[in-house]
């Protein structure tokens, strides 16, 4: 059971030549590598089937057929089951692939002395902006070119050049 992952489900059977209506979790759908076998689970075990046809959808909503599916009657017959995934034929997730990645970076100024702590991206319609505290008082700075100005992921540091002033605002 630990080599498959369940993501999702056959929903119901279209047409008379076996294909099948499916959904899959859409954060899965970015995942996987190629969707060309499937396992379904079946008394306990899981078994694969093989896709001749698929569509899916980015909201994970999709049509499939499988080579071993020839009539609406084997498809009805899988209606309902859960779709398994070999968790070996994952794309691996990146890392640092959004801004929430570099929560826990220590903010470095260009005087080298550290900040703090980034504890939240806050992402707003126009732009982004960070999130510190320094003595327990909340300081929020724009995430943008200006203030970012080098990110070491192997160090987890963040060298960042806050607007003038900026700090005073908020420790006052």
């Not at 294909?19 to 899981?46: A, M, N, Y």
């Not at 057929?65 to 070996?88: M, N, P, Q, R």
């Not at 929560?103 to 960070?130: M, P, Q, Y």
Request: net charge negative; aromatic share 14%; charged share 30%.
């Amino acid at each position: 059971m630990e080599q498959y992952i369940k993501i999702g489900r056959i929903n119901k059977s279209f047409g008379l030549k076996g294909h099948l209506r499916f959904f899959i979790e859409p954060v899965f759908i970015t995942r996987i590598k190629k969707l060309d076998c499937i396992f379904l689970l079946s008394q306990s075990k899981h078994f694969p089937y093989f896709i001749d046809e698929v569509d899916l959808t980015e909201t994970g909503h999709g049509m499939l057929h499988f080579e071993e599916v020839k009539d609406k009657t084997i498809a009805d017959f899988l209606v309902g089951k859960e779709i398994y995934f070999d968790k070996s034929l994952f794309k691996k997730e990146k890392k640092f692939a959004t801004l929430a990645d570099f929560i826990g970076f220590k903010l470095i100024d260009e005087n080298k002395k550290v900040l703090g702590e980034l504890s939240d991206v806050i992402d707003f319609a126009t732009h982004d902006v960070g999130q510190f505290f320094v003595n327990g008082k909340e300081v929020l700075f724009p995430w943008n070119e200006e203030v970012i100005l080098k990110i070491d992921k192997k160090k987890k540091e963040i060298n960042v050049q806050l607007p003038e002033g900026l700090l005073d605002i908020y420790l006052i």
